[in-house]
């Protein structure tokens, strides 16, 4: 099921009338009170939907990617569900799972599948398969935080930072058999994961996971100016609440430590020092302070 702004949700499935199965879309606008059926086609022998998405620039355009008979369709509509078109994909193969819609450009699309990460730039007729990294990926999840989309995989969490290049691993791998979503939040800068063994797992951007584990982040804790860093160096900002030691470390976004800013006993109050970017290459950085059992993190940005 997915959110389409205000009382509008749609999900996805199938009706079953013996002997045919039949390939559903339905539609709330009523925050979930009651529901509109959408039956995608008619006289199929076998049909589903299991992955749909709105588009975020016009919530009329709704796609669906599911099977009918033989073969895998991508079924569109750009009226709010008053009618369909179907798209016979090119290049895709495997269970869909989850879909997203870039949050720029309605042609771009990204699938997560039981083959793994693929994605088309023409609306849906030609497929590419992302990488190989990892072969089946469940959820998918686009995030404004860190204009990234983020992928749940049998291998862990993996960031495909503006829908370019290659997805790259994130932090530590919880070492789970499967990871059934992934989401993040803004006000404490957290990423937050369930799994198919009904764990909770959470991580301070950037920097791991642990099961069970929220760290308590304040607002306003740290920040760093200018963001994106342009030159060699910047300005690193941040409030201690407790005396005592404290780490303050940078972490690429595969979870490793990049660079150590400063380690020892510092006393509770506010700080700036020296953040030295000249080693750094252009990409995207998570700047960590741990003060005693206190956890706070800031993204930014190297452009150079």
Known sequence: MVFAGGDTFWSCGYKYLSPNYMAVVSKSIDGGQSWSRHELYSGSQYGYVRAVAVDPSDPDKVFAFGYKNNSYVL???????????????????????????????????????SSGLYTTSNGGLNWTKVTSSFSYASDLYQS???????????????????????????????????????????????????????????????????????????????????????????????????????????????????????????????YQLELDTSTLSPGVYFTNVQNGDVSFSVRFVVAR
């Open 75 to 113: 079924f569109k509509t750009i009226d709010g569900g008053s009618s369909w078109s179907e798209i016979v994909p090119t290049g895709y193969t495997g269970t869909p799972y989850d879909m997203e819609v870039h949050p720029a450009d309605p042609n771009r699309i990204a699938v997560a599948s």
């Open 144 to 270: 404004a935080e860190l204009n990234a989309l983020i992928i749940s995989t049998t291998a862990g969490i993996w960031l495909w930072e503006s829908w370019s290049g290659y997805p790259v691993h994130w932090g530590e791998d919880p070492g789970v058999a499967a990871i059934n979503c992934a989401v993040t939040s803004a006000e404490d800068q957290t990423m937050y994961a369930g799994t198919a063994g009904g764990a909770v797992w959470a991580s301070s951007f950037g920097v791991g996971a642990e099961e069970n584990s929220y760290f308590e982040v304040l607002p306003t804790q740290v920040s760093i100016s200018p963001n994106p860093v342009t030159e060699g160096s910047a300005a690193l900002n941040f409030n201690l609440p407790l005396s005592g030691y404290t780490s303050v470390q940078v972490f690429d976004l595969f979870g490793r430590v990049v660079q150590t800013v400063s380690s020892g006993a510092m006393s509770a109050g506010t």
